[in-house]
């Protein structure tokens, strides 16, 4: 990986939200396979502690920096990033792009009623956009392997996984080698949120770098995983006096 800012032992990629939607496109375009990892303060703590979480990481192509917290992490140790990239908006750029070259898309992930809105949704707002493959994310591991099989013959150019992390990064990991191409990215709650079932902060939170509080007033089971956060912080600094 190139032009990358170590954060906490992880290597992100320093691009700007619209460059990286543009290289990613260009991958799809010529036959590519990539593996796309956003990742946030917690995703950064979690592959401390998970091993498996950790090496599945390092073999993505890209890891960026989906999270206010680790732009400021990075500007702290005078490595700055262009800013933020997140799933949400590379998705939606994707989607856009996509639409334009009536490319092919598969969906993997949410609850089954999620993913219905979503495939209308699409079908509405990017109609050139061929759906490929849509299904919930509430399937067994011994149906793993079907999924994988099916997306092959699908040919699909970008494959979006809503699963949670470290599970759809997981899941990409373990099947990646079976594909020549796709744009494989994790996407977390983006479905929720794209489908119109889940808000998205408004921008007023965005603009003042507060979604992460938005999040968790608004789903008040996140603050144990908020805990992460403070976490991030304490390990920074930690980092910056070592130095
Ligand atoms: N999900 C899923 N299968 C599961 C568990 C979760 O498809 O077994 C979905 C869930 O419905 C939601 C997304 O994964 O759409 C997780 O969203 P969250 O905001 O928690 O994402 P994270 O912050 O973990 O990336």
Redesign the pocket.
């Known amino acids: 990986m190139k032009r990358t800012v170590e954060i906490l032992g992880i290597p992100f990629y320093n691009v700007s939200q619209n460059a990286f939607v543009d290289e990613l496109m260009d991958a799809a375009v010529n036959k590519k396979r990539k593996f796309i990892v956003t990742a946030n303060p917690e995703i950064v703590m979690h592959a401390q502690q998970d091993l498996e979480f950790n090496q599945v990481i390092r073999q993505a192509d890209y890891i960026v920096a989906d999270g206010i917290g680790v732009v400021k992490a990075a500007k702290s140790i005078g490595k700055p990033l262009k800013g933020r990239v997140t799933g949400y908006d590379t998705m939606l750029g994707l989607l856009e792009k996509a639409n334009e070259m009536k490319l092919r898309v598969y969906f993997i ?3 089954p009623n ?1 993913i219905e809105k979503l495939v209308e949704h699409v079908n509405v707002k990017y109609s050139n956009i061929q759906i490929v493959g849509a299904r ?3 399937f067994a591991a011994f149906e793993s392997e079907a999924i994988a099989e099916d997306i092959l013959r699908s040919q699909a150019d970008f494959v979006f996984l ?4 470290p ?1 759809q990064e997981k899941w990409i990991s373990a099947y990646l080698e079976k594909f020549e191409k796709g744009v494989f990215m994790g996407v ?2 983006s ?2 949120v794209l489908s119109g079932c889940t808000k998205r902060a408004p921008s007023f939170w965005v603009k003042f770098n507060l979604e992460w509080l938005y999040r968790i007033l608004s789903q008040p089971s996140r603050w144990k995983r908020a805990l992460a956060i403070p976490r991030f912080m304490l390990a920074m600094k930690k980092q910056r006096r070592q130095g």
């Open positions: 992930g949410a609850k999620v919930d994310g509430y809503a699963l949670g992390f599970r977390g709650g479905f929720d």
